[in-house]
Each structure stands twice: as structure tokens, then as C-alpha cells.
């Protein structure tokens, strides 16, 4: 029979003291942040309760209340080449606060000597500074670092700015250098909102922000296969969240930072650096530049999804040649470490249990292209003082795609606009070539310039004008 999820029918009593607070409820953080800190709590005694708060208006805080802060995880996909799949029921939760109906449940937390983490993950958008927001007293902040200067300057206040009641901050969101992003705007405010140089000197001295790289793929609630999910776990849980197997948080921050949050302890794969730009360049350039060069390869082959691309026997081979050849030898890590990640791209492109389809990755093709792969070009020839064949080979058939009478281009307007006066035209290979490499508002830059560049791909396209596809991806 298929219970109401709650702690009651769970058999769960009591709660850890809450040591984190946690802005974001979504999926990502409780497939990844909350899971981490429930097997922190069972392996190694961490003994952390988190308070979620709902960061924006509209949020699942009630949704989370109804179940007692209680859902499952499910990990799925492969691990050195054989199947998994795990349920874990996640028990770390104490409450989730809705902030906008009730700030005093939220300002609660600034009195308490338990709290030691701040955890967020609002969206790249999230970690701001607005010149305009100007609350009233005991009206909440509309930013996220707003709202978090407000609970600190609390803090301050009650513990008179002790070095004790300093917090931990480990921000996920997707931008580069987002622990000081973060700190610079809570700093901002503490300036407009004349909060006195004591409390300034309390965030920069008592307060420790990580910078952090986050990966892990998670789809979400497995809507399709929910009925036969809530039939096995035996409960009705509404949040069910789903996961691949591979995790990696990378923290770079002073050693309070780890001290506070010891995950690596626990057998999770946190690595604490002192410098992430590595290794947020291995995850750009491998795991999101072989996406990207798989995308126009795979499509113009006929095959829909990474998985099966990857499982392709030459586009497959295609795309792991263009790692270990290519771009892997661009990168500044043990080649060990290199190559242990190579494979686990691999294995996380063949995950039965994640449909990723090449056109829904096409967006934006163009301005992914610049960032995830023009670079690793670009080092590849100063270190080689020849172009990666390969990369350019995929840049060859994404101008062909975008070509391509059949599909149908999901890009900014300007580059579609381009594109389709391009198509109207009657240029040649090397004209398209040169009208494309020279176009720096796509790229930043006059790409011609770049040695061997232009004639490469003009005999790219030229190929794939007159062979077929497989046959050129033979010749490489």
C-alpha cells in the first residue's frame, strides 16, 4: 500500500540542530547539496539539519512541508560500465521558509549559535547588487544578497559581532568566482544601507566565502515512470528528484571552509583547491565543448541523442578522439586526472536514463562554440603550431547545419538573421568561409586571422559537399 510520505510513516524522529541554511529548493540542490549533507550525516556523524528558504516568490516550500521536508533521490545511469540505480529517502531538511509570508521565520536563524553554513543556488541571475533596493525596516530585501545582508547585520547585532557567530558561504551558482561575487555584494549593500565599517569588517574578517565549480546532471521529478517509482519506494512522494550517478563539487576557499564543511571525509568526490580555474576549464572544454562539437556531427549524421551518438561506432569514435587527442592536451591537470574524467564524460553521455537530444543542446550553437570550444583552438595551435582537426571538422559541419535547409536554427536573432541572408546568397565555400571567420560579433574577433583556419574548414565543406558525412569522419 502506497503511503502518505511523512515522518510519521517514515519511522523518523526528531531533527539534527540546523547548521545550514540553504537558499534554492529545487531540484539541483536537493539532488546534490542536501544529498551530500544526508550521507555527511550518515557516514561521518556530521549531525547538520538544513532550513531551506525559498529565494524567489513563487517556490516549493509547501510542497516540502507537506512531506515534512522529506523526499526520495534517485540515482541512475552507469558506473564503470554496469548499472545503477539507488533511492535514498533524505531526512537532513528541518523546515522550508517561504521568506515573503513569514520573514520572522527566516530572521529567526540569525540568533542561532547552530548555524555555521550559507548554501545557494539562485540562478546565475541570483548573486546581484541593486542600487534601488532600499527596504523599509523589518520589509525584506528583494535581492538574495539583500536578504542575506539583512540576517548577517542581525547576526552581528545579537553576538556583538563575535568571530564565533562567523558563517561559512558555499554559493553554487554558475558564475565564475561566484564566493566573492557574492561577498563584494553583501559588502555593497552594507555601504548603502550605511550598516557602520564594524559590521564590514566583521563580513571580511569572521566570514569565509568558497569559490565553487558544481557538476551533476539532474533531471528532475521522473514524471513518466512516477507511478511505478511510487509503487516500489511504497510512498506518495510528490518531490521525487532524479540524478545521474557522477557528482564533483570543487572548493576553493580558505581551510575554515573545509573544517566547517569536511565532505571529501564522507566519500563524496568534493575536492578542496586551491585553485578551481583548472578544473572549470576541464569541465568547459570537455564535458561542455564535446557536447558542443558532438551536436552538429550528430545531426548531420541522422542520430537524434548524445547517447546514441556516443554509442555510434564512427561518430562515437569521432568524439572520443577529439577528447584525448584534442582537447584534453590543452589542459593544465596530471594527465591522470585527465583522463579519468575523459572517461567519466563518456560513460555520463551513455546514460540509458537521460535523453538528451543534439537540437534541444543547438541553442545557441554559435556563442557555446565561442566559448566552450574557440579557446581550446586556440591553444591547441600556439602549443602544436597546427589547428585540432577534429574541432575543426565539427566547426565545418555546425556552419553546414546552420546552412541546412532542414533545420531550423534556435539562436539569437542576429545570428539567425545571418544565417538566413547567407542561405539566399550564391557564394562559394571559401566565401561563406571567409563572411562567417569574419563576423566578430559572434566570435570577438576576425577569425581569418587565425593561421590555416579559413582554408581548413573551406576543404571541410567542401568535403562535406561531395562525400558523405561518415566517410569524411573516416578520412580524419
Known sequence: MIKPLTK?????????????????????????????????????????????????????????????NLYHHLIRGLKNGKEVKENRLISCINEAIDPFKDAAAYFKHAHSEDLKLIISNTTEAGIQFDDTDLPEADQLAKTFPGKLTQLLKKRFDHFEGSAASGLVFIPCELIEKNGEALKKAILDYADLWSLGDAFKSWITTHNFFANTLVDRIVPGFPKDEIDEIRSELGYDDQLVV?????????????????????????GLNVKFVADLVPYRTRKVRILNGAHTCMVPVGLLAGIPTVRESVEDKNV?????????????????????????????????????????????????????????????????????????KRLIFSFACLIK??????????????????????????????????????????????????????SLL???????????????????
Open 8 to 68: 510519521e510513516n517514515a519511522d523518523i524522529a526528531g531533527h539534527y540542530p540546523t547548521k545550514v541554511i540553504q537558499f534554492g529548493e529545487g531540484n539541483f540542490l536537493r539532488a546534490f547539496a542536501d544529498w551530500c549533507i544526508d550521507a555527511m550525516n550518515a557516514n561521518i556523524g556530521f549531525d547538520a539539519g538544513v532550513a531551506i528558504v525559498q529565494p524567489i516568490e513563487r517556490g516549493m516550500t509547501s510542497m516540502l512541508n507537506d512531506q515534512d
Open 242 to 266: 532524479s540524478s545521474e550517478v557522477f557528482h564533483l563539487w570543487v572548493i576553493e576557499g580558505p581551510k575554515e571552509v573545509q573544517d566547517a564543511f569536511p565532505a571529501d571525509q564522507a
Open 316 to 388: 562515437g569514435a569521432f568524439i572520443q578522439a577529439a577528447i584525448a587527442e584534442e582537447i584534453a592536451t590543452t589542459i593544465e591537470l596530471p594527465q591522470d586526472e585527465l583522463n579519468a574524467f575523459s572517461n567519466e564524460v563518456i560513460e555520463r553521455f551513455k546514460n540509458p536514463f537521460i535523453r538528451h537530444e543534439l537540437k534541444s543542446i543547438s541553442l545557441n550553437s554559435i556563442s557555446k562554440f565561442k566559448v566552450r570550444v574557440l579557446p581550446t583552438i586556440k591553444d591547441f595551435f600556439e602549443k602544436n603550431e597546427t589547428l585540432p
Open 401 to 454: 547545419l546552420y546552412l541546412w535547409d532542414e533545420f531550423s536554427i534556435n539562436d539569437d536573432q542576429e545570428v539567425t538573421d545571418f544565417f538566413k541572408e547567407l542561405k539566399a546568397q550564391n557564394h562559394t565555400s571559401n566565401e561563406i568561409t571567409h563572411n562567417i571567420l569574419s563576423k566578430s560579433a559572434f566570435w570577438g574577433e576576425d577569425l581569418n586571422q587565425i593561421p590555416g583556419l579559413t
Open 458 to 476: 573551406v576543404s571541410y565543406l567542401d568535403q562535406l559537399a561531395t562525400k558523405d558525412l561518415v566517410e569524411v569522419l573516416n578520412d580524419l
